[in-house]
């Protein structure tokens, strides 16, 4: 497990005890907003609420690359294997780094701060969500907008989307869940962008997450 608080550090934790691991991840004088760490467990990436984005070995806290790779607090962050990282920010920006060297590939600009951004199951496409509730989604080939999601709230905090499938049904359907401000939690087909369901579990905004099988 991995944490990142206001005290400008990301922790290792033993998920079986909860002990931490290794020494903490320092960042700046900037809180870490946001965390992931590779699918080989071997890097850590972090941001914090002045744009920078800080990667780490997993095995070596003290060696920290940064970037200052927005211009506004960073929102998300995620690892797409152990090759990119995807970021979205307040300022309006999404965009994907090399981890070798944090090195600049691509940029997704609109005038809206984004709220979060990530990456479709099969990699081949990014969802990012405006603080104005509108999900996009762009083809990561061609930088291509072929997609949104709308009939949500999203004005003021920042968003947890889900993507829900089965993984062992290769090319099965995809659901993308988004957790309204109202309190209603809503199911879309990633392909139509068509309404599947919504309940309303909670009276207004929250926060949630899925099992990591997807289903």
């Not at 920042?158 to 499938?165: K, M």
């Not at 062992?168 to 087909?189: A, H, K, M, N, T």
């Amino acid at each position: 497990l991995i944490s990142c608080s206001c005290e400008n550090n990301i922790k290792l934790l033993n998920s079986e005890n909860l002990e931490e691991m290794n020494d903490s991840y320092e960042g700046y004088d900037s809180s870490i907003t946001c965390c992931d760490i590779s699918p080989s467990c071997e890097l850590i990436v972090g941001a914090d609420d002045e744009g920078r984005i800080l990667l780490w070995p997993t095995s070596s806290p003290d060696e920290c690359t940064s970037d200052d790779g927005h211009t506004d607090a960073i929102t998300s962050v995620h690892f797409f294997s152990s090759l990119f990282i995807l970021t979205s920010s307040l300022d309006g920006i999404v965009r994907m780094f090399s981890t070798e060297k944090l090195i600049l590939l691509k940029s997704y600009s609109e005038s809206i701060p984004v709220s979060s951004a990530c990456f479709s199951p099969d990699r081949r496409y990014i969802t990012f969500s405006l603080l104005q509730s509108i999900t996009y989604i762009v083809d990561v080939a061609t930088g291509e907008y072929v997609g949104e999601f709308k009939n949500y709230i999203n004005n003021k905090y920042l968003l947890t989307p889900c993507f829900s499938y089965d993984r062992s049904i290769p090319d099965g359907p995809v659901q993308f869940i988004i957790p309204s401000e109202d309190g209603r939690l809503i199911s879309y087909d990633f392909e139509t962008q068509d309404t599947v369901w919504e309940f309303k579990p909670h009276d207004g905004y929250f926060k949630w997450d899925i099992s990591r099988n997807g289903i």
